[in-house]
T-cell receptor, first 117, second 113 residues
Framework: DVKVTQSSRYLVKRTGEKVFLECVQD?????MFWYRQDPGLGLRLIYF???????EKGDIPEGYSVSREKKERFSLILESASTNQTSMYLC????????????????FGPGTRLTVL | AQSVSQHNHHVILSEAASLELGCNYS??????LFWYVQYPGQHLQLLLK??????LVKGIKGFEAEFIKSKFSFNLRKPSVQWSDTAEYFC???????????FGTGTKLQVIP
């Protein structure tokens, strides 16, 4: 079974703090993703990575950065947390096979509920 | 850019009622379409997907969806819902490389026993 784990289920931080959210997958997937989930807005892609040290901006990258130094680990960084970054953060991974137009199921972690005070 | 619309934000049904959740996407090229489900307190998981071939796809737990290209739709159906189907359902579309997926805003389904 694919397993995607996230470092914390709940996190409370103060405005201005630097926040690290960690995600680890154990199935040797090439692709990894960070989303935020907000009521009424669904899932919005923050960043994704298709290889070690590679990253692509998603739909809402402002205020976030990412790091992928190892294939199994993808970190989301909030350089200076703000109250509007209070949200549920979901990490996902997928296997890359085939080229453009191919698809592989995304496997999700349990999520980290971040509250910024 | 691709986008996904889910028309129903909150649906309440009695057990044994039939279910249809609407999903429309906007992208003119080849698409892959999905429905994901998030049960209370659980991970988001894939319910079913359409990649190519038969436009009527069957997923887990008796769910099915029909891809109608002319209507840009991929509606989710189940003939008879159960209380255990209470969850949030997300439609999603992928049309490019690197498996980037765009999700809809979700539909919360509440099934009353």
């Amino acid at each position: 079974d694919v397993k995607v784990t996230q470092s914390s289920r709940y996190l409370v931080k103060r405005t201005g703090e630097k926040v690290f959210l960690e995600c680890v997958q154990d199935m040797d997937h090439e692709n990894m993703f960070w989303y935020r989930q907000d009521p009424g807005l669904g899932l919005r892609l923050i960043y994704f990575s298709y290889d070690v040290k590679m990253k692509e901006k998603g739909d809402i990258p402002e205020g976030y950065s990412v790091s992928r130094e190892k294939k199994e680990r993808f970190s989301l960084i909030l350089e200076s947390a703000s109250t509007n970054q209070t949200s549920m953060y979901l990490c996902a991974s997928s296997l890359a096979k085939g080229g453009v137009g191919s698809y592989n199921e995304q496997f999700f972690g349990p999520g980290t509920r971040l509250t910024v005070l | 850019a691709q986008s996904v619309s889910q028309h129903n934000h909150h649906v309440i049904l009695s057990e044994a009622a039939s279910l249809e959740l609407g999903c429309n996407y906007s992208y003119g090229g080849t698409v892959n379409l999905f429905w994901y489900v998030q049960y209370p307190g659980q991970h988001l998981q894939l319910l079913l997907k359409y990649f190519s071939g038969d436009p009527l796809v069957k997923g887990i737990k008796g769910f099915e969806a029909e891809f109608i290209k002319s209507k840009f739709s991929f509606n989710l159906r189940k003939p008879s819902v159960q209380w255990s189907d209470t969850a949030e359902y997300f439609c999603a579309v992928s049309s490019g490389g690197y498996q980037k997926v765009t999700f809809g805003t979700g539909t919360k389904l509440q099934v009353i026993p």
